[in-house]
């Protein structure tokens, strides 16, 4: 069993900065990649950011030089840290990671179960 776990959501005012975190836990080989997705209301869900196990990084072009994604290796644990926030970065964020469990042999797809994040005007 894989678990993801987020944290670090809230309200804030435009302009501020927040910092999720997403845990992994359970019977984990190995992480291909993590990442964070979001939905905005009556939007689809879209990728935010990802970073590989080699420490690549991707970022959508409406948060590069604002947001930044970290990651703790041997604490299978990555942070996203939002800074210059605005109203549209409103949505619930999605932990998402690629893993190999124990005993399998292929990676698996796993999400966390979202966190939300206000931006006020």
């Known amino acids: 069993q894989v678990q993801l776990v987020e944290s670090g959501g809230g309200l804030v005012q435009a302009g501020e900065s927040l910092r999720l975190s997403c845990a992994a836990s359970g019977t984990i080989v190995s992480i291909t990649a993590m990442g964070w997705y979001r939905r905005a209301p009556g939007k689809q869900r879209e990728l935010v950011t990802i970073?590989?196990?080699?420490?690549?990084?991707e970022y959508a072009e409406s948060v590069k030089g604002r947001f930044a994604i970290s990651r703790d290796t041997a604490k299978n644990v990555i942070y996203l840290q939002m800074n210059s926030l605005k109203p549209e970065d409103t949505a619930v964020y999605y932990c998402?990671?690629?893993?190999?469990?124990?005993?399998?042999?292929?990676?698996?797809?796993?999400w966390g179960q979202g966190t939300q994040v206000t931006v006020s005007s």
């Open positions: 970073i590989t196990s080699g420490g690549s990084t």
């Open positions: 998402n990671a690629d893993i190999i469990r124990v005993g399998e042999y292929r990676e698996s797809t796993y």
